[in-house]
């Protein structure tokens, strides 16, 4: 069974009947050291009484031993009558009543309450006097005392309840009025929890509420921020989605468009390059070049399967075997050229693909350039390797040239363009003892750019071209 909630109740409420009970308490204690102070004050003033009633009656009763002298005192006792808070009583020497004192007249007809002239109302002893024959007995009565004690607790009483709650009033009132500012701040949180962080909190000289103020602009401004940061990013994820929808039609329309035209090209090339190595197998150099095509063609047709694959899907981010790749390549690449002699130093090595794509495209660059313009007689390739780096060196002893001569070819961009956007840095220089040396430096996990910048944009890249 769940148990009921109390509402929760108000801050100036509780702080109001906090106040007000701590000077009730105070209060309290007061009246009990002053009901204290009274049981005292009681005990003093009847005691004294009684004494002087005593010595009064002792003075008057020397002589009662006749008759007429026990009259004159009763009589002289009739005269006088009520002495102060005391009870005065005559008995013969048979123990009867003579005389008795009479009742106060003072608030006649009211007492206390007995609980509480129990609790105020002092212990006193009935006092006797022996006058021969008689006996004259002395006994305090405070009641009166105690009755006017009563009343002034009433009258206290009253006065102190119309006090505390003056003062639970003024305290609620005054309390009020200092936290008034909360009721601003709820108001802001809540428009804040619904999504509005325009309002801000005025300062009200109090130094805790001037610091939730400051906290709670502080904060709203900071969410206001992060708002606006919010929809410039959904935006933006608005414009990349396009983007790349856009991207991925005009793969799709690329990827035809190389099967379509570029696949059937080539598979004519093969075709006739097939033709005439049939047709010459009896002339050792027509049918060594046809032999040559057809290599070329089929390694045309592998990358063109490979770009087809790369715009179908997205490059997988497995490693792929860079050096067999590269080592393929040079295989491929002397059988082409017999008169160039290609020496490599390539070792078993993987990488990202989109790594080991750069450094095929770069090989396949340079030794392009290698065949067709640098009248070289040697080549060498090497790939080395580092834990953080890959190296690629191609290296041959042509008639070498100035990289800082300008070109209108586009050749060389190409490959700074490739190295570039994986992270890596390409040097061009003379070798020794002549010659011309390429050497790549790229890191092992390519860096993936955010986006081409508008240097890459503007120039576009052709493989192949020679420089």
């Known amino acids: 069974m769940s148990v009921p909630r109390l509402a929760p109740t108000r801050l100036r409420d509780r702080v109001s009947l906090l106040v007000t009970t701590v000077a009730a308490a105070t209060l309290l204690l007061g009246a009990l050291g002053w009901l204290q102070a009274t049981r005292d004050s009681i005990h003093e003033e009847v005691e ?43 008995f013969d020497g048979e123990r009867r009543l003579l005389y008795r004192s009479p009742d106060s007249p003072y608030k006649a007809g009211r007492n206390a309450p007995g609980w ?15 006058s ?36 639970g009033l003024a305290i609620r009132l005054a309390i009020g009025r200092a936290l008034a500012p909360l009721a601003k701040l709820e108001h802001a949180l809540e ?74 090209g080539i598979t004519a090339v093969r075709a006739i390059a097939g033709a005439i190595a049939q047709r010459s197998t009896d002339q050792a150099g027509l049918h060594g070049s046809a032999q040559a095509i057809l290599a070329m063609t089929s390694q045309m047709q592998d990358g063109v399967r490979g770009i087809l694959e790369r715009l179908r899907r997205d490059a997988p981010d497995t490693p792929t075997p860079l050096g067999q790749t590269l080592a393929d390549y040079c295989v491929q690449w ?22 080991t794509a750069t450094l095929l495209r770069l090989l396949q660059e340079s030794l392009t350039n290698v065949a067709r313009h640098a009248e070289a007689g040697n080549v060498r390739v090497a790939l080395e390797q580092t834990p953080a780096e890959l190296i690629l060196t191609v290296m041959d002893d042509g008639r070498g040239f100035d990289p800082t001569h300008p070109t209108r070819r586009f050749g060389l961009a190409g490959m ?46 052709i493989p192949g071209d020679p420089a």
């Open 334 to 355: 002397a059988r082409c050229y017999p008169d160039l002699r290609l020496r490599q130093e390539i070792g078993d090595t993987t990488a990202a693909p989109e790594v």
């Open 416 to 461: 700074r363009e490739r190295v570039d956007a994986v992270g890596g840095t390409l040097a061009i220089g003379p070798a020794q003892p002549r010659g011309t040396e390429v050497c790549a430096r790229l890191p092992r996990e390519a860096r993936r750019p955010a986006a081409l910048s508008p240097r890459h944009s503007a120039q576009p890249t």
């Open 48 to 90: 004294a009484a009684a004494r002087v009633a005593e010595q009064w009656l002792r003075v008057l009763s020397r002589e009662t031993h006749t008759e007429a002298e026990q009259r004159r005192l009763v009589e002289r006792l009739e005269a006088v009558g009520r002495l102060r808070a005391n009870r005065v009583e005559v």
């Open 116 to 130: 509480f002239a129990a609790w105020i109302q002092p212990e006193f002893q009935a006092r006797e006097i022996l």
């Open 191 to 264: 428009r804040t929890a619904g999504g509005h962080f325009d309002t801000r909190l005025d300062r009200h000289g109090v130094a805790e509420l001037d610091g939730l103020a400051d906290r709670y602009n502080h904060m709203a401004a900071n969410l206001d921020r992060a708002l606006v940061r919010n929809a410039c990013l959904e935006e933006d994820q608005a414009f990349v989605r396009a983007v790349n929808a856009r991207l991925e039609d005009e793969r799709r329309t690329l990827a035809r468009e190389l099967h379509d035209e570029f696949g059937q």
């Open 132 to 167: 021969m024959p008689l006996t004259l007995r002395i006994t305090p009565e405070p009641s009166r005392a105690v009755l006017d004690a009563w009343d002034t607790l009433v009258q206290g009483a009253g006065w102190g309840l119309a006090l505390l709650t003056l003062l």
